[in-house]
């Protein structure tokens, strides 16, 4: 194998350049020349890229965001849009194509592979962790350390002035944001679109969840942590609704996206050094139309169209201790309110 190429497409990750960095690196041991295209697929389309080497991934481990841009690229979704990077990429004689990216750059790779008869491997990179067949995702951990760190101090003006408050995380349709911040944080509630798929029934869960805990508690601070998209108007329109309804102040906080950048934390560049290691390997052994996954601390190869096929499940037993187990609502003395 004598030259292959790598984009990051879609949302950007903390430890996309630790990636890059573990591809240029391992590729080079191996004597292959790397391709880095600017823009995501963009890049691909306009023939935007430069030559990497050792010197151009030279002290970017510790950043956030990507040195190669990204970019959402609607335009890749044509069949004209494909067939004419499977030239560009014919142009340059890449033997092989590395995608870091979330599920609708995966989505893309696999509209490629269907025009150019090359190798194909992705690597997840988004901090929303909605990719199957990998326990995580390039990002992941960083975003989630973002969000506690800025539910931590919302929690402290919270207390000082015993007020409600609701904690908007990203994670587009998914909630592992959300409920490993939740969990981490001890926050009193969450709304996740894998549980609370009815707004009406998650509104008056909260009503109810607040009305009980200041039953046991008295008036003291209360955090709820809500995913994106989960309600219309975000927490901005469920803080004013709550706020008529249980007649007290609640305050919506977005965290937005802080959460995608920072200095990635060290279980990001982890994965993401190894998975851009591996990926180059997989080229080398022939491999295609995969991505590249870690699941139980072993390296995996996932057919690409499996990535999206089902939706990835959130941790039960999380889900329990944030719903039941430390739920105050769920206390012996909730149940002898209640009788
Ligand atoms: O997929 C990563 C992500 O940050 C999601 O969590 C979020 O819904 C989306 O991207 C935001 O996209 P954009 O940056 O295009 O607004």
């Not at 969990?183 to 969450?190: E, F, K, N």
């Not at 050094?273 to 991505?291: Q, R, S």
């Not at 944030?322 to 009788?339: C, G, R, V």
Request: glycine content about 8%.
């Amino acid at each position: 194998m004598k030259r292959i190429a790598v984009l990051t497409s879609g949302g950007d990750a903390p430890g996309m350049n630790a990636c890059i960095r573990a591809v240029v690196l391992t590729a080079e041991h191996y004597n292959i020349e790397v391709i880095g295209y600017r823009h995501g697929y963009n890049g691909l389309l306009n023939q935007e890229y430069k030559v990497m080497s050792r010197d151009s991934v030279g002290n970017i481990m510790q950043a956030g965001g990507t040195v190669l841009r990204s970019a959402r690229c609607l335009e890749f979704k044509t069949e004209a849009a494909a067939i004419k990077a499977a030239q560009n990429l014919d142009e340059l004689e890449i033997e092989a194509l590395l995608v870091i990216g979330g599920d609708g750059s995966f989505k893309g790779a696999d509209h490629l592979s269907k025009f150019w008869d090359k190798q194909i491997i992705a690597l997840p990179g988004t901090i929303d962790n909605d990719i199957n067949g990998t326990d995580a995702t390039i990002g992941y951990f960083t975003a989630i350390e973002t969000a506690l760190s800025s539910i931590d101090k919302v929690r402290d003006t919270a207390d000082a002035f015993e007020r409600i408050f609701l904690v908007e995380v990203m994670g587009r349709h998914a909630g592992f944001i959300g409920l490993s911040a939740a969990v981490s944080s001890g926050a009193d509630q969450v709304l996740l679109p894998e549980i609370h798929n009815d707004s009406v029934k998650a509104l008056q869960t909260i009503v109810g969840h607040i009305e009980t805990a200041r039953k046991i508690r008295g008036n003291t601070s209360y955090i709820v942590v809500v995913a994106e998209n989960l309600w219309p108007g975000g927490v901005t329109a469920l803080a004013q609704v709550l706020t008529e309804r249980i007649k007290t102040d609640c305050r919506p906080v977005i965290l937005g996206h802080v959460q995608r950048g920072g200095s990635p934390v060290t279980q990001d560049r982890l994965l993401a050094t190894k998975l851009g290691a591996y990926a180059v390997e997989a080229a080398m052994a022939g491999k295609t139309n995969i991505m590249v996954g870690e699941r139980n601390y072993k390296l995996v190869d996932v057919p690409l169209t499996e990535t999206w096929a089902n939706r990835k499940e959130l941790d039960p037993y999380l889900v329990k201790i944030q719903t039941e187990l430390f739920d105050i609502t769920q206390s012996q003395l909730a149940k002898q309110l209640a009788d």
